[in-house]
């Protein structure tokens, strides 16, 4: 062995051992391990005894069985004890019972709970009904099985779900409070406390000589929920699209799983809440002193006719056994209401807020924005004075159209100038056919637009401001509660398609995406599309290659398998813009005489005229270009010279 082995061999030694006297525990950390050994060795000598002593008096009389001695039923007893004591430990005296229902409600919610798991086992919305086919009831959030949550008590070698236990009820008119009396004097809390007009019910866990049965040294508590979600609307495909499991991250921002497939998620951060929801409900257990961790679940049920998701969440809470206060959770189980939403953030400071709002679909900044500060505090102001929401829906489309109608006359007196110079426009087009004449032909029709006073961009302004408009409107519409159930001339529920004509048949490709109906209002608003395409196209004086106008009319048709199976109130909405917008160009037409706007122009072309800033450099930048192509046709030309030598 060389040199250099034996001094790598030292070192390696070295460190090991500096390793093991640097980690080692200090005093106090092993007294305090030795006090946990101690009360763990204690708790299971004690379990030890109990089952020893049950034993023996179950094989007493097991002997005496044999000694053809009967026996009573204590011995039965006794003998079941014991089962279940070795497979509880100290809860065993709550590990069988029979199960009870405590039923607890205000004026908009009516919840039904269970002494088996101490859990909330249905929930019953009173405000709204649910639709499933030519009947309607209540909208019912979850019952019996498909709601589940509890807590995992890790006691040694034994795991016992809450879910597996029988709670004692005691319930007044407000508050339910499930207890688990268990061995030694321990005692478990569950209290609920529904305030009146409420959808959000108070849950507060406490414990009680909880140290005797669950060693000191855990620190955190498993708590799980899992839910299938029942379908409440009569399109599955567009309230499956618009379920999902948000979460709010503590002092940040909404987050969620994807809507569509199975999706997981391990967040390692700490959470405010998890929410389960639909396209007009959630389900929302929010954290007083936040979630520690969770994994996160997302399961399709496409093939289920009753159900849309299964969702699950594990997640950890802090706790210790000898602190009488476990946690405080409120649990949200009502609808996705804007304003609700924000009623409880009122007064909170932002790292506080909830923003359970995010878990409605309002589209993107700039379009939530335009719903949340206009399009929300118009339809709430007008459903004050009309309870008609077809009306109301009119009342706003007549609002919109109002504020853009400056825009929109200046758009279309832009577009009257630019059909009254095509004469002109055609000549210049005449004067420069050849390709290497572009940059002249633009610069004598910038000069044109310039003497006639035109912009080519001005009739793009009113559909800027409206586009983001009709954006807004297309995340409104579908996720307002307010328009949900209510019925306007053949269509029963604004919120849902209008079907006037239904097929139950599977088709490959269409119902998949076009469904099995034909909305009418979706037909109206299409066939409203195509004419307001013609009059578009009309108006613009041009010819249009055949090619092209095919490509416009096609658009229309293809929002028409786009919108069929979304919301009536939005193909409604849209049906009204269009309709109005063609009413306002015929108005157009009619008051705006051409020959007086060509006599303008010609009039405002012998004035003389500054140019602007922006026409200036446009111009500038044109005879940039044209050097630019004069320099090059002057390289090519020498280049063909030269290769011609």
């Known amino acids: 062995m060389d040199k250099n082995t034996i001094i790598g061999f030292v070192l390696m030694i070295a460190v090991v051992i500096g390793f093991s006297w640097f980690t080692q525990p200090s005093a106090e950390e092993i007294a305090a391990q030795q006090r946990y050994n101690d009360s763990i060795a204690a708790v299971e000598a004690a379990q030890a005894l109990e089952i020893a002593a049950w034993q023996e008096q179950a094989d007493a009389q097991a002997q005496a069985a044999m000694a053809n001695i009967e026996v009573d039923s204590l011995t039965a007893d006794s003998l079941r004890k014991a089962e279940m004591f070795a497979l509880y430990g100290a809860f065993a005296t709550v590990a069988e019972g029979e199960e009870q229902i405590i039923k607890l409600e205000n004026n908009v919610v009516a919840l039904e709970f269970s002494s088996r798991g101490g859990y909330l086992r249905k929930a019953t919305l009173k405000d709204y009904k ?7 009831t209540n909208v019912v959030l979850f019952e019996n099985n498909d709601n589940r949550y509890g807590f995992i008590f890790k006691t040694g070698a034994r795991v016992i779900d809450t879910q597996s236990l029988y709670f004692t009820p005691t319930a007044t008119d407000s508050t339910v409070d499930m207890t688990l009396n268990l061995a030694g004097g321990a005692m478990w809390n569950v209290r609920y406390t529904l305030p009146q007009d409420s959808y959000r019910v108070q849950m507060d866990v406490t414990q009680n ?4 049965v669950i060693p000191q040294n855990i620190v955190n508590l498993d708590m799980y929920w899992d839910l299938k979600m029942p379908r409440q609307e009569k399109g599955r495909m567009f309230e499956q699209a618009n379920s999902a499991l948000y979460y709010k991250h503590v002092g940040d921002d909404v987050d969620k799983l994807a809507e569509k497939g199975n999706k997981d998620k391990y967040v390692r951060t700490s959470l405010k809440w998890i929410g389960y929801k639909d396209q007009f409900f959630t389900s929302a257990f929010i954290a007083k002193d936040n979630f520690n961790e969770a994994f996160l679940v997302s399961e399709d049920l496409e093939k289920d006719p009753k159900y849309l998701k299964k969702f699950h969440s594990e997640t950890l809470i802090d706790y210790a056994s000898s602190n009488p206060y476990v946690g405080s959770f409120s649990i949200f189980l009502g609808p996705n209401d804007y304003k609700l939403f924000r009623s409880y953030d009122k007064g909170l400071d932002k790292e506080e807020r909830l923003d359970l709002d995010r878990v409605i679909p309002l589209g993107w900044p700039l379009f939530r924005w335009i719903n949340t500060l206009i399009i ?24 919109i159209k109002l504020i853009l109608f400056p825009f929109t006359y200046k758009s279309y007196k832009s577009q009257a100038r630019m059909r009254v ?10 004067k420069y056919p050849n390709p290497e004449d572009a940059m002249k032909k633009q610069n004598a029709m910038m000069e044109l637009y310039s003497k006639a006073g035109v912009n080519p961009m001005g009739g793009c302004l009113p559909m800027l401001l409206q586009m983001p408009i009709l954006v807004a409107m297309f995340s409104f519409f579908p996720s307002s509660i307010e328009l949900r159930g209510e019925s306007f001339l053949w269509a029963k529920d604004l919120s849902s398609y209008d079907a006037i004509v239904e097929w139950d048949t599977y088709i490959p490709l269409i119902s998949s995406t076009f ?15 195509i004419l307001y395409t013609k009059v578009t196209m009309d108006q613009s ?18 929002f028409l398998f786009f919108f ?18 063609i009413i306002q160009t015929w108005a157009f037409r009619k008051f705006v005489d051409e020959k007086k706007v060509l006599a303008e122009m010609e009039a405002n072309a012998k004035k ?17 270009q044209e050097a630019l192509l004069r320099e090059q046709r002057k390289q090519q030309a020498k280049h063909n010279g030269k290769g011609r030598q």
């Not at 000589?209 to 005797?212: D, L, N, S």
Request: proline share 4%; glycine share 8%; net charge neutral.
């Open 376 to 399: 929300i505090n118009v339809f709430d102001f007008l459903s004050k004075f009309c309870g008609n929401y077809g009306l109301i829906i009119f009342l706003l489309t007549v609002f």
């Open 209 to 212: 000589g909880m140290e005797k």
């Open 515 to 529: 469904g099995n109906h034909i909305s009418l209002f979706c037909l109206l608003m299409t066939i409203t599309n």
């Open 421 to 430: 110079i095509q004469p002109q426009m055609q000549a210049l087009n005449e």
């Open 130 to 136: 649910n639709y499933t086919g030519e009947d309607t």
């Open 541 to 558: 004086g041009q010819n249009t290659m055949p090619g092209m106008k095919w490509m416009m009319y096609l658009m229309p048709l293809m």
């Open 564 to 581: 069929n199976n979304y919301a009536a109130g939005l193909s409604y909405y849209y049906f009204l813009s269009l309709l109005i917008t």
């Open 608 to 624: 003389p005229r500054k140019k602007s800033g922006f026409m200036a450099r446009l111009e500038e930048a044109q005879r940039q």
